[in-house]
Structures are given as C-alpha cells and as structure tokens.
C-alpha cells in the first residue's frame, strides 16, 4: 500500500504508466479536448492489463517474497521512471479489449446524441483504490490537485466510464474538495436516460452481476437491466443481485491474488449456475469473473453487448 500512496504522489496515479499508453485508446475518435462535458475515464479500464499482468507474477511469488520485492520498489521508485516498464508488463489481449471498451462507451453515447470531450494527457487517476484501501492523507491531497486541475479546463459535468470513478466523484470529492460541485453521471445513467434502438437485437439471455458501488453504493440497479433489455437480451437473476450483489474478489487482487480469485470463483459458481454468459457494467469485476470462468462460459462488459445491439457484434 505504501507503493500506492508513494505513486499517487509522484505521479498523479497508483500504476505508473505514460501518457501516450492511456490515451491511445481514443486515437482515431477525434474528441474534442476539454471542454464543459468531458468523459473521465479514470485509468480504469486502462489499468486493466497492468493488474493482470501483477496478478499473475504475484500469484507465482510466495508472499514473503512478494514483501521483499515491494520494498524494493519502494526504494527505486522515486528515482527511476518506471511508466515504460509498467507499460510493457500489460496483457496485449486485455490492452487491446480495455480500449475498445472504452470506444464502444464513446460509440454509444454518440449513437444516443452526446457529444463530450475528453482531457486525453491532462485527465488523471481518481482515486478509487487509494480510498478504498484507507489511504486518506495521499488520497485526499491528490482529489484537491484533480479538482483544481478540472476547474482549470473549465469542466462543469463528468460522464464517467466505471462505478468506482462515479463514486469518488459524486460521493466523495465533495467531502474533501471544499466547493466541488460538478454534475456527475455514468455513461450507464446518460444511455439509460436517452434510450436505445437496437438494429440487431440479441434476443439470448445474459446473467447481470451487479457492481458492489454501482448497487449498493450508488443505487444504479434499474438502468443497466433497461438497457440490456432495449438490447433484446433477457435478464436472468442470480439470487444475490441488486443491492444484496455478491463481491467479484476485487479491487484488491494484485494484493491478494489467492484471497481475490476465491471469492470471484465463488461468484462465478452462482453466476454460472444461471446460464453460460454472464454481463457486468465495472472493469474490475470484468477482470476478475474472467479470469475464473469455464472455458464455455462468456464474460462480457455491458458496452460491448450494447454495441453489438447496434450492429457491431465483436467482444
């Protein structure tokens, strides 16, 4: 945790990783730079690889050893740029999902009418895992740098891309950040509002796994079900769903590897038990159900199931 913190602070982020990778899945889009609406990914999606990558060389180290090496690069970490390293440590399979996830969000807002920019190099990290993890000191020194940096550019509304950049924003920075009072939405809540026209409906059925912060923290349960829907998917309902949502193992599986991937195989059980694709609307819960499931099984992000109601079926 000490990493973190020391990385939230030199580098505006938990994961050290360059410009030019986070922004790259917005190459092509042409979105306007800043602007009053701007969509804030958070790094979410964008961290994807790189926590895989973690997950998998810590699972292969025993934990005393896992110790040994974060105090290392606790050591060396406010003397070298690392962001080149970490970049190379990413799964190009998961690289390459996470950013066309991201452009599907851009795709369907598009198709629904709403038009927002985008603060490419200039957006950073919101602070989710800093909060959850208690690093209050670090976290809320970086929300106040955030909530300058957004006032800068004249920001007035956020639609977010994941529940937990939605609740750090819309909950959170308010409590820390005096006179944070930007209209914070989801892209899940902005479609939901608009509506979707399905030019090839799905007509299966897909099993929603709730997002903890989406259900229980934000009370944004109706709106990804009314959009699936809209999509032609039926809903199936695993019996811990809406508010009573079983955790996915995350958000600390690059900590916890073991203890994350019990918990997620837990949940992919009673998932599982309801049918063979399964959807979720947060990147952390993307990850992890993946990485458990049984090689019949599907996993999806609910962009990617919404794109392809449009008429552009790729996962």
Sequence with gaps: MALLAQNLGLRGSVLPLPGGYLTSWAKGLLLPRGGEVVLYTGHMYQML????????????????????LAAILRLVNPLVNVSGFSRFLASPDWKERSNRILRNIVELLRRAGVECGYLYEAEKYAGALAYDLGLDGPFERHARRVARRLRRYGVKELITVDPHTTQIFRE???QVVPGFDLRVRSYVEVLAERGLEAALPWEEEFVFHDSCVYARYLGLIEEPRRLLTQAGAQVAEPDFSREVTHCCGGPVESLFPEKAEEVARRRMEQLAGLGRRVVCACPICLLNLSEVRDPRQEVFDLSEVLVAALGQKEK
């Design 49 to 68: 690889p790189v926590i895989k990558a973690m997950e998998d060389r810590a699972k292969a180290l025993p934990p005393e050893k896992r110790d040994q």
């Design 172 to 174: 959170v920075y308010p």
